[in-house]
Nanobody, 119 residues
C-alpha cells in the first residue's frame, strides 16, 4: 500500500490550494480516509475525515469548518482536500492517511506535503 500526497506550496493569506492523495494497493472508497497536519513545534492533528463510501461520515476540525472540503475521486483512486480562505495558522505539513472500516487507528500514511501560508 502506498499513499502519495501532493499539492502543497506557498500561498498568500486568503488563498486556496488543493491537496491530492493518490492511493495504490487499496481502494479509497472502501477505506476511511483522512488528512492530518503538523505545524512546527505542535502535535499532529486531524483536519478532516471521510468515511468509506457507504458510511456517510465526513468530519472536520473546528478550525477548518467551512473552509476545507474533503472528497474522493473513486475513478482515479484519489482523495483530495480543497482548502480555501487559507490563514497563516494553516501552515503545516499535511499528511493523508487510510484505515479499514471499523478500525480507529490509521495504518497507512502518505509522506506529507508542506503548505505555507504567508501573511
Amino acid at each position: 500500500v502506498q499513499l502519495q500526497a501532493s499539492g502543497g506550496g506557498l500561498v498568500q493569506d486568503g488563498g486556496s490550494l488543493r491537496l491530492s492523495c493518490v492511493a495504490s494497493g487499496l481502494t479509497v472508497s472502501r477505506y476511511s480516509m483522512a488528512w492530518f497536519r503538523q505545524a512546527p513545534g505542535k502535535e499532529r492533528e486531524v483536519v478532516a475525515v471521510l468515511g468509506w463510501s457507504g458510511s456517510g461520515v465526513t468530519t472536520y476540525a473546528d478550525s477548518v469548518k467551512g473552509r476545507f472540503t474533503i472528497f474522493r475521486d473513486s475513478a482515479k483512486n484519489t482523495m483530495h482536500l480543497q482548502m480555501s480562505s487559507l490563514q497563516p495558522e494553516d501552515t503545516a505539513v499535511y499528511f493523508c492517511a487510510a484505515t479499514p472500516p471499523g478500525s480507529s487507528k490509521y495504518v497507512y500514511w502518505g509522506q506529507g506535503t508542506l503548505v505555507t501560508v504567508s501573511s
